[in-house]
T-cell receptor
Framework: EDQVTQSPEALRLQEGESSSLNCSYT??????LFWYRQDPGKGPEFLFT???AGEEKEKERLKATLTKKESFLHITAPKPEDSATYLC?????????????FGKGTHLIIQP | SQTIHQWPATLVQPVGSPLSLECTVE??????LYWYRQAAGRGLQLLFY??????ISSEVPQNLSASRPQDRQFILSSKKLLLSDSGFYLC?????????FGPGTRLTVL
């Protein structure tokens, strides 16, 4: 059974304080790992797709990296507008066409 | 560009009442469509998916059902809601495995 575990569950940082969010996964044959941002009361917004160990993707203050067992979302010098819940997901291996298995997310708060 | 719509945005329903949530996609043909539920303290859970009109697969046993009457329309229904059906319901379509989500419907069952 696919499993996706995110840590920490919640993280409070001061503006400008860099940190990393973790996503560990257990799947039989990774077909991609996805990162999303979700604001309260809204649907998840796509950030990155990673396909192979060693791959990195960047967008503004965010950088996602991938190893064979986990992915990290590094946030550099965050601003209050980066506050959100960050979700990672892997393609579902239960036969569902392109469905995703999600972690529970990391709730990130950036204080001014 | 592709756009996904969901309605209603919020809904408060009594236990035992019926449910109908609608999702429509614009800007793409024959998309794979999905219903997810996000309950408090839990991750997004895949409920149903559809690869075409009239084709529905269920991932989780429950008192919910789904239908796809048109290529770009996906409906989530229930005949009798339970308290445990409360949550945030999200419709999505996929492109190269990547899920693209709608704005969601917040359902509260009282």
């Amino acid at each position: 059974e696919d499993q996706v575990t995110q840590s920490p569950e919640a993280l409070r940082l001061q503006e400008g304080e860099s940190s990393s969010l973790n996503c560990s996964y257990t799947v039989s044959g990774l077909r991609g790992l996805f990162w999303y941002r979700q604001d309260p009361g809204k649907g998840p917004e796509f950030l990155f797709t990673l396909y192979s160990a060693g791959e990195e993707k960047e967008k503004e203050r965010l950088k996602a990296t991938l190893t064979k067992k986990e992915s990290f979302l590094h946030i550099t010098a965050p601003k209050p507008e980066d506050s959100a819940t960050y979700l990672c997901a892997v393609p579902y291996s239960g036969g569902g066409a392109d469905g995703l298995t999600f972690g529970k997310g990391t709730h990130l708060i950036i204080q001014p | 560009s592709q756009t996904i719509h969901q309605w209603p945005a919020t809904l408060v329903q009594p236990v035992g009442s019926p449910l109908s949530l609608e999702c429509t996609v614009e800007g793409t043909s024959n998309p794979n469509l999905y219903w997810y539920r996000q309950a408090a303290g839990r991750g997004l859970q895949l409920l149903f998916y559809s690869v075409g009109i009239g084709q529905i697969s269920s991932e989780v046993p429950q008192n919910l059902s789904a239908s796809r009457p048109q290529d770009r329309q996906f409906i989530l229904s229930s005949k009798k809601l339970l308290l445990s059906d409360s949550g945030f319901y999200l419709c999505a379509w996929t492109l190269s495995g990547r899920g693209n989500f709608g704005p969601g419907t917040r359902l509260t069952v009282l």
